[in-house]
């Protein structure tokens, strides 16, 4: 039953979901065949020889067998084509894979510890969500503020590394709408494997409405937009609503609360604490949680300083 | 009788031999004897591997669930990067060259000592030296990186990574130590007789490991040199954030880092030659082959490290280079495994522990292998780069080549070490638990892989969670089985029955021409050699004048316990 | 291996006229001192893979900026390197001659030439001590610490961090060198080593050699950038 | 005693060799300053080969390899041709950087250093 389960392609391989992945199964595939029949007459002659010539008895005393050049010849140049034909095989793909059509529709992506952000032509930013229409290849400019992450959707069979102060580049072309799973894959730091995104992929036309609605109202209320932001820069994968304890504190009673500090000395949380706390993480570090978040939120405007910090006061 | 001169005047008067020539705890810790210090080193090794091994299994209970089980993720990061370091630079690179190499080598090739005794002994004061320092930083303040240090994370953290990074620095001197002994003990020691030829393969094994720890280990010296460097003075060779090249540390780190997966995989194929040859009474299949292979696969493995960097931003001509000699480097090793397997025909196969753990190996490691063709595609290695197919490939590797091939050396070296025997039935049960605990506990994990569940992940989505908890309950098996071989190992210490000079009728040196337990100067006189390691045919001393072999006195029959040698 | 425990010939021989220097676990002389030399050139090829990293560096950094090494290579002073190149070239050569002198049993200028040696390898840290102190006093500090501002370009830098980590490590090289070199001195005064056996001369000489050959490529790759 | 391990090197040798490796260092120095015209991009040619030459020259004669046996030769060797490895396989990333659109060659900002307004001239 187990065996069974094991043989569907199905149990070893995701969904496929872009123009790429049936290429690279097809590959797996191939590979995965030959191995297995290989391994089986591996293991198959070892079994059989280890039944078949098992001592009998004790002052047994086995004829040296005579090397038998062609034998030898042979299982060098069977592996050897079996292995060009997998490298080649490999190699067209993988230039497919990241030769980017010319017509691919730009996306800037930025990591940080821990999030993703997205940036459309447009302006408009999301984060933790790529939106993205289907059957359009795609192209993502990525970067990253701090360390190195990976960008990774399975389902698309692509991955590529995002370095800090340097431009990686990966593209796809999704084939059916639907929303799939991007991790990244360069370990990161704490919160590595929090590090999620979505990719939605939208028929083509509702991709061009979602992304005429998708801006900011400039007169959204401070807390409103608070709440937005908790969300959209993964302060929730740091910092509960409900009092319990994740990375950092949460923000439950925070505000007014007493802070106690690494160095043992306290302060009251108001807003001239919080505002430190969201610009310069590092300066004042509350005992017994570590010194790990980003120092990346200095680029929030004040507006958005000011949104967080009455978001954070109606934690109570 | 050539051999039973040496056992008869040893049965005469209270035995002489190199555990109890001299005692106390000095005589330990100033000893200049290889055996002794393969011992000191067995020790040693064994702690880091227990230290290592509780840290598996709390990496895989905390993955029993999704989302917290045991530990923060933060705990979680500095515990299996802890595992990677200790198991690697305390466990893997030393176990079977500073542990069965120290122990066997000089007597298999029919020399007195290694050439240069008190580097020997040098080497292990080092290691531990290098641990230490390693401990420092671990002890104040942790290490969250990974065991492969990627920069910019590893100059950023605030964990201490530099204590570590000059451990690891030390730990490298030790290893070249060890394998500048081998190579310089192998071309000026060999006894009258020993050709290259002659030579068994697990010195063929070690030698060519030799070759790349001299070869690797400095360029990881001055690569973890310049990471301190960079933490401390801000060198900017590295940090992108002072203009440096991340991508470069890489490069600079698997120049190492990929040869010494060589260090931990050639001296594993030495052992398993070793295990086939004595159990099937025969010849190994294209000796030549495997011999000059090993070496072969020393060198190649120098030109292949850019494939784990197919997806770093390394371009597309280093990668495509990269992994074309990839594919070279499989072929001889595949032809190693079918000469193993072609060994076994038509021998006269005795399933003993240690011919257990070969076999095991023999199941394991090419599925570690057609996984690492896999990895060196290009194509495929971009989905599966960094996931949990990595991770089960490179356990298949290293498990088989470090720890069954570690295991089944020991248990086949153990009587000639200590002198003693162990329980044959418990042993044979422990190699099962441990094949089948290993692959429960890894072979999901390719599946995992495949799936796209990324590696050094605390947390994962509820989808992979019935595979993760099957991959803990292997551990557990895994776990249990190991600790069933420390029990019976050590009751064989103390109360274990004294095994023959040579129990498994082997043919080479260490088995033929010392007593139960070696000499404190191996020889009694330098043996001249006449014939290869496993020319059993030859082998009058063993199978002559209607001898039966030795392990004649051991195996009445299957299972009952053996005699002592004295019977004869 | 039938009838193989049959006596070396020789080997009884051996255990009589037991040199003190011969190690019980060599069967002779000749095999100790090729035993010694080998494991001595095989060190040599890890110390060359040692400084290969930092080479390797140079070379990534030199081919992305070279008019960044070209400049800041103006910030070194060639004569001063040129002259370290010759003290060290005098050095080797000294220490070829005592090996030489140790050959023949000459103690008397086995003696001198070592602490020549010694002398020329001090010498040789007085003028880095010099150099150093000048690149200190200008602020010229390896990677982010770089502050001189006679030169500001991006990149500058990198260029002192390969320069003070190679030159770094070579001296730290020399000085232990000298150490060695001071040591087999002494012992040589004491008349530990003839023309049978002069293993530790021998070897500490080739590594004194090493230390030159690095310096022969670092002046030039350093220094005499144009 | 083998006369291969235990060659004696004569001091004229030694002689020789040290004057020509000073005579090398001196031209290195001089055409490493000199404008050379046409021929600069020789500089790097020339500097490398004359250092090579240098390094040969004490390997041989003051290291004594020319007489010694051929196993040390070729230690030392591997060690060479490791470094060659290392560094041809390092610049075949370095030097195709981006060859296919997957990482750019060039940082986006480069190295973050204050800029202080440069005055003219050298230490």
């Known amino acids: 039953m187990y065996a069974m389960i094991l043989l569907q392609s199905t149990a070893w391989l995701p969904e496929a979901a872009s123009s790429v992945a049936p290429e690279v199964d097809s590959l797996f595939l191939f590979w995965a065949l030959v191995s297995t029949l290989l391994f089986i007459g591996v293991v198959g002659a070892m079994t059989f020889f280890v039944v078949r010539y098992r001592r009998r008895r004790l002052d047994e005393m086995p004829e040296p067998v005579k090397e038998k050049k062609a034998i030898e010849l042979a299982w060098i140049v069977v592996p050897t084509i079996l292995v060009l034909i997998v490298f080649t095989w490999g190699f067209r793909v993988f230039i497919k894979m990241y030769t980017a059509p010319p017509d691919a529709y730009e996306i800037l992506v930025h990591g940080y510890q821990w999030y993703w952000e997205f940036e459309y032509p447009n302006g408009v930013k999301t984060t933790n969500e790529l939106h993205v229409p289907a059957g359009q290849p795609v192209k993502l400019r990525m970067t990253s503020v701090d360390v190195i992450h990976s960008f990774y959707v399975p389902a698309f069979r692509v991955k590529q590394d995002v370095l800090p102060d340097r431009y990686s580049s990966l593209w796809f072309e999704a084939t059916k709408p639907g929303e799939y799973t991007v991790f990244c894959a360069e370990y990161c730091g704490t919160q590595h494997s929090g590090m999620l995104a979505k990719v939605i992929v939208h028929p083509r036309e509702e991709f061009e409405q979602w992304l005429e609605n998708a801006g900011v109202p400039e007169d959204m209320p401070l807390a409103e937009l608070g709440a937005k932001l908790y969300r959209d820069k993964a302060c929730f994968s740091c910092h509960s609503l409900d009092g319990s304890r994740l990375v950092g504190p949460t923000f439950k009673g925070l505000f007014g609360s007493t802070r106690t500090f690494e160095d043992g000395s306290t302060a009251v949380a108001d807003e001239n604490y919080l505002r430190e706390a969201i610009l310069q993480p590092g300066a004042r570090v509350v005992q017994g949680y570590p010194n790990v978040m980003p120092a990346s939120y200095a680029s929030l405007s004040e507006r958005e300083v000011a949104a967080l910090i009455e978001f954070i006061k109606q934690q109570q | ?568 | 291996m039938a009838g193989a425990s049959e006596a070396v010939p020789g080997q009884a021989e051996a255990h009589v006229h037991h040199p003190p220097y011969l190690q019980h676990h060599f069967v002779s002389a000749e095999q100790q001192f090729d035993a010694a030399k080998l494991g001595m050139w095989i060190f040599l090829a890890t110390e060359i893979l040692l400084f290969s990293g930092m080479f390797v560096a140079y070379a990534i950094y030199r081919v992305w900026h070279p008019e960044v090494f070209q400049a800041a290579s103006k910030l070194l002073d060639w004569r001063l390197g040129g002259l370290n190149t010759l003290v060290l070239l005098a050095s080797s050569y000294t220490v070829a001659l005592a090996v030489h002198y140790a050959q023949l049993g000459d103690q008397k200028r086995l003696v001198r030439n070592l602490w020549l040696t010694v002398v020329l390898a001090g010498v040789f840290m007085v003028v880095k001590y010099f150099e150093y102190s000048e690149k200190f006093h200008h602020h010229i500090f390896p990677g982010g610490n770089y502050a001189y501002e006679g030169l500001q370009i991006p990149y500058v830098g990198q260029f002192f961090s390969i320069y003070f980590v190679m030159t770094g490590i070579h001296g730290l090289h020399v000085l232990v060198g000298m150490g060695i070199l001071a040591w087999i001195a002494m012992r040589a005064q004491r008349g530990h080593f003839s023309p049978e056996y002069y293993t530790p001369v021998e070897i500490s000489a080739l590594y004194w050699h090493l230390v030159d050959i690095i310096w022969i490529f670092l002046f030039p790759l350093l220094y005499l950038i144009h | 005693m083998a006369h291969a391990t235990h060659h004696i090197i004569p001091r004229p040798l030694l002689l020789k060799v040290f004057l020509a490796l000073v005579a090398l260092t001196i031209i290195t120095a001089l055409t490493g300053q000199a404008d050379l015209g046409a021929f600069n991009f020789m500089h790097v040619p020339l500097a490398i080969g004359i250092a090579v030459i240098k390094a040969t020259l004490v390997v041989l004669f003051f290291m004594g390899l020319k007489y010694d046996r051929p196993i040390n030769a070729l230690a030392f060797i591997i060690g060479l041709l490791m470094v060659g490895v290392f560094l041809t396989f390092t610049l075949l990333d370095m030097l195709y950087r981006g060859d296919i659109g997957n990482l750019d060659a060039q940082p986006i900002r480069g190295p973050q250093i204050e800029q202080v307004e440069a005055p003219s001239g050298s230490p």
Request: hydrophobic share 50%; net charge positive.
């Open chain 2, 1 to 568: 009788m050539a051999t039973q001169t040496v056992a008869a005047t040893k049965m005469a008067q209270p035995e002489i031999n190199y555990l109890n020539h001299e005692r106390g705890l000095k005589s330990w810790l100033l000893t200049l004897d290889h055996k002794r210090i393969g011992l000191l080193y067995l020790v040693s090794v064994v702690f880091f591997f227990i230290v290592g091994g509780i840290l598996a299994l709390l990496i895989r209970w905390e993955l029993l669930q999704p989302g917290q089980t045991i530990m923060s993720a933060e705990t979680y990061n500095h515990i299996f990067t802890l595992h990677g370091a200790i198991m690697i630079f305390l466990f893997l690179i030393p176990a079977v060259p500073a542990v069965l190499g120290n122990f066997a080598l000089p007597i298999m090739i029919g020399a007195k000592d290694v050439a240069f005794p008190r580097l020997n002994l040098a080497s292990w004061y080092i290691f531990w030296l290098g641990a230490l320092t390693m401990l420092v930083g671990i002890v104040t303040s942790g290490l969250d990186t990974g065991w492969t240090f990627y920069t910019p994370y590893s100059t950023m953290t605030s964990s201490g990574v530099t204590w570590v990074v000059l451990g690891a620095f030390i730990l490298g001197f030790s290893s070249i130590l060890t394998g500048l002994n081998f190579i310089v003990t192998v071309h000026k020691m060999r006894a009258p007789g020993m050709t290259w030829s002659r030579l068994p393969l697990f010195v063929w094994g070690l030698y060519a490991t030799s070759i790349v720890q001299i070869l690797a280990t400095p360029v990881l010296g001055i690569t973890l040199l310049l990471l301190a460097l960079e933490r401390i003075l801000k060198i900017g060779i590295f940090d992108p954030a002072l203009g440096g090249d991340p991508v470069l540390f890489q490069h600079f780190f698997w120049f190492y880092s990929h040869p010494a997966v060589y260090i931990m995989i050639l001296p594993a194929f030495g052992i398993i030659s070793e295990l086939v040859g004595t159990f099937s009474r025969k010849g190994i299949f294209g000796y030549k082959f495997v011999a000059l292979s090993s070496v072969a696969i020393a060198f190649l493995g120098f030109l292949v490290w850019g494939h784990h960097m197919y997806v770093a931003g390394q371009s597309a001509t280093a990668s495509t280079i990269f992994s074309l000699l990839t594919f070279l480097i499989g072929v001889p090793t595949g032809v190693k495994v079918l000469n193993w397997i072609a060994s076994l025909y038509r021998g006269s196969i005795w399933l003993r522990t240690p011919l257990l753990y070969a076999l095991a190996f023999l199941f394991v490691f090419p599925i570690g292998g057609f996984t690492g063709i896999a990895l060196g595609t290009l194509g495929l290695d971009v989905p599966l780069h960094d996931t949990y197919f990595v991770v089960a490939h490179f356990h298949y590797v290293m498990v088989s080549g470090g720890l069954l091939a570690f295991l089944g050396g020991l248990h086949y070296w153990w009587p000639k070490m200590f002198g003693r025997l162990y329980n044959e039935k418990l042993a044979q049960l422990a190699a099962l638990l441990i094949f089948v605990g290993f692959n429960v506990t890894f072979f999901p994990q390719f599946i995992l892989g495949t799936q796209g569940m990324p590696r050094r992940y605390f947390d994962y989505v509820p989808e992979f969670t019935l595979l993760h908890q099957l991959s803990t309950v292997g551990s557990w098996i895994l776990g249990a089985g190991l600790l069933l071989v420390a029990a019976y190992l050590l009751h064989s210490l103390v109360k274990g029955q004294p095994a023959p000079a040579n129990p498994w009728g082997a043919g080479t040196l260490e088995w033929t021409h010392t007593g139960r337990i070696p000499s404190p100067h191996n020889f009694e006189r330098i043996p001249v050699v006449t014939r290869g390691p496993y020319d059993y045919h030859l082998a009058e001393e063993i199978f002559g004048n209607g001898h039966q072999g030795q392990e004649a006195a051991v195996t009445p029959a299957q299972g009952q316990a053996p005699q002592p040698e004295s019977t004869r």
